[in-house]
């Protein structure tokens, strides 16, 4: 079955330095589209990317990621962090004639100053 | 633009009852709907997926006999726990979407059961 494996745990940054989250993907579909979820404490988790496009830059708040089919990867990069994007992220995937969405673990981002 | 509304947002329980929470899609068709329960110990679990007029498929580990599901039109989907247990804690998430592969998932705030 499908199955989406992020960065482990913690991941701490000081402010205005890059990060990146790792996600890694096995599916045997072809036809799949990929997410990046963030959620804030206390809140519900919102989409901040989505991309289908091999090969193709995704950005959104200063967030981007870009799809490599040929690694199975969707990495969320940002070059330079803020305070405020402390958060869970969550990579899923989900593939056409199929609802369901399949979420990694999760990475919790913490920045400091 | 699209919301999703749960309630309650926090309930407590006694151990061996049940309690139901439901979700509200506004402004979108609410084709599917997922219902995911977040813990510390395992962070993002789903339970069971339900897609008008189809079944609803539940995932290993859950039941409908524990967490019986109704999802009567394109808005509104209701979830119970039934016999609560000290296992059965957490933030219960549900996140409904529209039609189309890449459809976005709209998640609601969730509800927080604390079982007593």
């Known amino acids: 079955g499908d199955s989406v494996t992020q960065t482990e745990g913690l991941v701490t940054v000081t402010e205005g330095l890059p990060v990146m989250l790792n996600c890694t993907y096995q599916?045997?579909?072809?036809?799949?589209?990929f997410f990046w979820y963030v959620q804030y404490l206390n809140e519900a988790p919102k989409l901040l990317l989505r991309s289908s496009t091999d090969n193709k830059r995704t950005e959104h708040q200063g967030f981007h990621a870009t799809l490599h089919k040929s690694s199975s990867s969707f990495h969320l990069q940002k070059s330079s962090v803020q305070l405020s994007d402390s958060a869970l992220y969550y990579c899923?995937?989900?593939?056409?004639?199929?609802?369901?969405?399949?979420f990694g673990a999760g990475t919790r981002l913490k920045v400091i100053a | 633009g699209a919301l999703v509304y749960q309630y309650p947002r926090r309930t407590i329980c006694k151990s061996g009852t049940s309690m139901r929470m439901e979700c509200q899609a506004v402004g979108f068709q609410a084709t599917s709907v997922a219902w995911y329960r977040q813990s510390p110990q395992k962070t993002f679990e789903l339970i069971a997926l339900s897609t008008v007029n189809s079944a609803i498929k539940y995932e290993q580990n859950f039941t409908q006999e524990k967490f019986p599901i109704s999802h009567p039109n394109l808005s509104f989907s209701s979830m119970t726990v039934l016999n609560a247990y000290l296992e059965d804690r957490g933030l219960y998430l549900c996140?409904?979407?529209?039609?189309?592969?890449?459809?976005?998932?709209?998640f609601g705030p969730g509800t927080r059961l604390t079982v007593l």
């Open positions: 996140g409904a979407r529209e039609a189309g592969g890449y459809a976005e998932q709209f």
């Open positions: 599916t045997a579909y072809s036809d799949v589209a």
């Open positions: 899923a995937l989900s593939h056409t004639g199929n609802y369901k969405y399949v």
